[in-house]
Structures are given as C-alpha cells and as structure tokens.
C-alpha cells in the first residue's frame, strides 16, 4: 500500500547536475527521517544523505558541498540535488523512509551514471 516513488536518474557527464525526487504515497505513518542510499557494483550499500522532519541533515563526506538534500514533510517528498557529479558518484540510488513507528520503506532504485 505504501510506496515510494523516484524519479530523476540518468545518464551526465562529469561536472554536470541532476536532481533526484522520491514521492511516497498510501497509508504511511508520520515519517521521521527520509535519505537516499546508493549502492555501485562490488560495494555495500551506502547513506548519501538524510533529513529529518525537523530540517537537520547529514552527508557522507564524500559528497558534502555537492549535494544537496531536502524535504517536503507535508507531502512526504524528499529531493536530491546533485551538482559537480564525478563518476565516482555512479550508482544505484535508493529512496528510504523511516516512520516514528519504525517502519521502513525503500524505493525501486534509480540508476545513476557518470560518464563521458
């Protein structure tokens, strides 16, 4: 009943931009923290960024100054700026929800990829 829904994923060259959208939609419980998650071939799945319903974030380091996380709380929707892509940033990226019930939702992933 629940999903989460991502768009925005794509191909672009190094130094360029793209923006990431998870919606979710059904029956969910009042969310707490919404993040993105990557995961690239041969490695774990990694936190890219999370923001909690009271506006605080967090990045990994490897993207900090890069990218840019933030939420619409009344309309369950979380976004991902990305700006000065490098393809080491190229990866499958995931939508996560965590409710103040500690329900987690993930979304279907979305590919994206770095390259000239």
């Known amino acids: 009943q629940v999903q989460l829904v991502e768009s925005g994923g794509g191909l672009v060259q190094p130094g360029g931009s793209l923006r990431l959208s998870c919606v979710a939609s059904g029956s969910i419980s009042t969310v707490n923290i919404m993040g993105w998650y990557r995961q690239a071939p041969g490695n774990q799945r990694e936190l890219v960024a999370a923001?909690?319903?009271?506006?605080?974030?967090n990045y990994v380091d490897s993207v900090k100054g890069r990218f840019t996380i933030s939420s619409d709380v009344a309309k369950k929707t979380v976004y991902l700026q990305m700006n000065s892509l490098k393809p080491e940033d190229t990866a499958v990226y995931y939508c996560?929800?965590?409710?103040?019930?500690?329900?987690?939702?993930w979304g279907q992933g979305t590919q994206v990829t770095v390259s000239s």
């Open positions: 923001i909690t319903s009271g506006g605080s974030t």
């Open positions: 996560n929800a965590d409710t103040v019930v500690h329900n987690r939702y």
